[in-house]
């Protein structure tokens, strides 16, 4: 009688594991299914705005380069500039020419025009027209590149100062190569964008040992140490935006706490695309990861979007009560069975 009981129990026994295992390797099947679709489809998305965004920002520095640039007036005095007698004259000229253009463009998005002659002696900054005459050859890679191949070079470089999103272009006169001109923006110009897309919170995430080999010392106040790594600073012109400025303040400290949250250092070290989620304040968020690569194609860090979401969230909480609602009534068909 006590063996037949024990037989019984063990079979009951074997069932409930057999039914609970059964059921949960279904549910979590499913679970993760959910998880990885939407990591797929946020992650594809994202990129894609990222991508357009740059691309509609480069579609602008065109636009720029063919209207005001690349026009007969600003040729000719490029070409007088590469005369050393004369190019004191032409850096005037050229200046008091564009310089109403880079004032509209520093009220928009754009943030650099830098001309530059040939074998990338620096011309005229528009930023600093004080500094010029020195080489640039080993300095800037992109203007190196468009000075040897004669071709626009486009894509993110690290500069002396701060790291941009740049377009290079050759020009000519009369099809005698005249020297480069570089139109640029920042991180702050995708941002600001996208945000009127969406209103989330863009940054450049940077790889600190990357950047600080180019930027000088003095210039290092630019950037604002990440929370998330010793090794990752953040490019802080985002954070004194114009779209950020009334709460500047509560921005700065929520992206903190979020950082503080985000265990992340294995994923940062993969270069790939990831998502993680926190909870700050009783709200959700995804934090989503986008490589980026600089035109020497060396990953420098990660454009990374911060926004409010609660699907992955509320899929974990629904997986943890499934779990526990199936380990009930698991439970309870073992009792029946007694």
Known sequence: MIKKYKKELLISFLFFIVLYSGLMFYFYTAYKATVQDFTKNILKENALLIDTTINTLNKECDTIFYLKINQPKVLKIMNKANNPNKRDIARKELYSLLLPTYKILKS????????????????????????????????????????????????????????????????????????????????????????????????LLQKKEL????????????????????????????????????????????????????????????????????SLNNKNYISIFQPIKNIKSQIIGYIVTIEENNFLTKRKHRYTNIQLLLFIGSLLVLIRLQ
């Open 108 to 203: 928009d998005k754009l943030s650099l025009f830098f001309f530059q002659l040939p074998n990338a002696i620096s011309f005229l900054r528009f930023h600093k027209p004080s500094l010029y005459g020195d080489s640039i050859k080993h300095v800037r890679y992109s203007i190196d590149l468009a000075d040897k191949t004669r071709k626009i070079i486009r894509g993110f470089e690290e500069g002396i100062m701060i790291g941009e999103f740049r377009n290079v272009y050759p020009l000519f006169y009369k099809n005698k190569f005249i020297g480069t001109v570089e139109i640029s923006y920042s991180i702050n110009a995708i941002s600001q964008t996208l945000i009127n897309h969406n209103l989330s919170f863009y940054g």
């Open 211 to 278: 950047i600080y080999k180019k930027v000088w010392k003095k210039f290092r106040n630019n950037y604002v140490q990440s929370l998330i790594s010793n090794n990752y600073v953040w490019d802080k012109r985002v954070f004194n935006s114009n779209y950020y400025k009334d709460n500047k303040v509560k921005l700065i400290k929520d992206i903190q706490k979020i950082e503080k949250k985000l265990k992340i250092k294995k994923e940062l070290s993969k270069n790939k695309p990831f998502i993680k989620t926190t």
